[in-house]
C-alpha cells in the first residue's frame, strides 16, 4: 500500500501512528473528529470534513470517485494514499418466500456477519402505539413508502451461551467495529435504495452477538445512524441477554435507542437453566437496573420472552411473569418468541394452542403481549437461527 502524502512544510501536521495504520484508512465509521484530522494531512480547509461527513452517512457513497463535492485531485491524492470507504459488502442474499432478506455481509478482513431485511418489521418491535402516526399506513401512500426492519449483527459469534441459540454455538469470534456495525445497515439502505425521511426504516440490534458485550463499539455505531444516517434513535431496539454494567451504562445515555430485555423466563431457576449468565446477574439485579434507565414519553421496555416447549410455556409460567412484570414496577410489554430449532438443540417448539393460552393470560392481566412473527424461517433467517448456515 503507498504511503500518505508527505507533509510539505514543517507546520503541516504529521500523520500519527493510528492515522497511518491500514483500519484507519477505512473512512466509513469514523467520526466527525477522526474525518477532519484525515483530512488536515491533505491540507484541506475544515469544511471539507463536513463534506466528508456528508457523503459517507447521508449520500451513502460506496466509492471515493462518488464524492461529487471533492476536487478529482483530492480524490486521486486520498485513494494513492490508500484511503477507502471501506463499506462493508453484501456478499451473498438469501431470499425468503415471506419477503424477508437474509445477507452475509462480508468486512474488509474477510470475517461474515449476518444481517436480516424484514419488510413490513416483525410485529414485535413496535406495537407499542407509536405506530398510529405511520404515514405509510394510509392506502394512497402504500406504494411510495418502504416499510421494514433492519437486524444487525454486533459481534462474529457469541460469548453468552445461552442454551437455545444457535449463534452460540459459534462461541466469540470478535468483536465487530462501529463502522461494521453501522455498515451493514448503510449496505442494506443502499441494496433498497432507501430513502431516510421517506421510508420508515426499524433498526433492531438482534442479530449475531451480544450488544452490551461490545458496548463502546455498538453506542459509537448508533450515534453514527443517528446523527450521520438520520435514523431516529426512536425507531431503534437493541436487545440485551442482561449484562449488567451495560444496562447501567445506557441508563445515562443522552441518545440511545429503545431497549429489550431477553428475559425468556420467569424466574431464576427456569432462566439459569437456559441462560447461564443469569447466575452472574439474577433478574432481580437487572429490574433494578432497569428501573434506572429514563424512559422517554410513550416509551416502553420490552421483555422479549423465547416460549421453549415444556419448559417456560406453562400457564403457571404465565402467571408468574404476570406477577414478575406488575411487581417490577416497569412500564413494560412481552414479546413472545416462538423457538425457532436449530441442530442439536435439545428443545421443542410449544404447540400452538400453548402460545395463543400464554398470551391471553397476559393480556387478560393487563400485560401487553405480542408475538412475533418468525420471518425467513426457510432461509434461516429467524431469531436465534443466524449463522446455522451459509446456503439457503
Ligand atoms: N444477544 C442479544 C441479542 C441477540 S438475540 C440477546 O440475547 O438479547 C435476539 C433474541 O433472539 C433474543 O431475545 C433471544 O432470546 C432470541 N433467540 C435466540 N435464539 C432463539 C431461537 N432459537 N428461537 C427464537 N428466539 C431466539
Ligand atoms: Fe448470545 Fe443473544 Fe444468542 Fe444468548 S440469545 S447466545 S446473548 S446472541
Redesign the pocket.
Known sequence: MSSPPQPEATSTPQPSPLQLSTESRVLFGQSFEQLAAILSIFTQPAYRAKQLWQALYQQRVTHLDQIATFPAQLRQQMTAAGYRIGLPEIAHVFISTDGTERYLIACADGDTVETVWMPNGDGGESGDGSENDDPAQGADTRDIYQRATICIS?QVG?A?N?H?????KLGIQRNLTAGEIAGQVVAVLNRHQARIGRDRINL?????????LNYDAFMDAVRLLVVGVGIPESRMT?????ILPGIERFAAEPVRPRL???L?APNDAIRAAI?PITRKWNIDALLTALRAVPLRPRERLTF???LLGSINDRLQDARELVQLARNSGLNVKV?L??????PE?P?QMPQAEDVAAFQQHLIAAGVPAYI?R?RGRDIYA????LKRTTTP
Open positions: 454486533s457469541c453468552v445461552c437455545f441459540c444457535l449463534t452460540a433492531v440490534f438482534m442479530g449475531m452477538g451480544e450488544p452490551f437493541v436487545s440485551t441477554s442482561g429489550a430485555l431477553s425468556n441462560m422479549e420472552y423465547v414479546n418468541i416462538v423457538w425457532n430449532p436449530g438443540i428443545y412475533r418468525p429467524a431469531c436465534g437461527q
